[in-house]
């Protein structure tokens, strides 16, 4: 396989270089477990996944999103739109169950990623 046209680009999230999809977003990547938030966002829009470090106030709206498993409000406030999941259930109630342990695992990594982040200015 020929690898001329591959590119890639430092993914701002866990930064390491990834490679792009044809159409200039990021493949697939992290542990299968806990998926890297940059996957199938551009450069760009993975960057805007690293948030300063949280006010009080916006703590507390990252802890009232995950009780309630609602994204937008953090949509709203951070301009952040959420990934675009490919849901599986079985049912209607197992595809809600899944969406919302999604959004949460989305919202807890954003806060690791901004206090990583403001670790490492810090450091």
């Known amino acids: ?9 430092e993914c701002a999230v866990g930064q390491l270089p990834i490679s792009l999809l044809s159409d ?6 992290g542990p299968k477990t806990n ?3 940059g996957m199938y966002r551009t450069p760009g ?3 805007t996944l690293i948030l300063p470090p949280l006010t009080d106030d916006q703590l507390a709206l990252m ?12 949509e709203l406030e951070f301009g952040i739109v959420f990934t675009q999941w490919v849901i599986r259930g079985s049912t209607p109630d197992d595809e809600l169950a899944y969406l919302i ?8 990594s954003l806060v690791d990623i901004s206090k990583a982040h403001a670790d490492r200015r810090v450091a």
């Open 63 to 74: 802890r009232e999103c995950d009780r309630v498993g609602d994204w937008r409000p953090i």
């Open 35 to 37: 998926q890297c938030l």
């Open 24 to 29: 200039g977003t990021f493949r697939r990547h």
């Open 45 to 47: 829009s993975a960057a």
């Open 101 to 108: 342990r999604m959004v949460r695992v989305a919202i807890t």
């Open 1 to 9: 396989m020929s690898t001329t046209h591959v590119h890639s680009a």
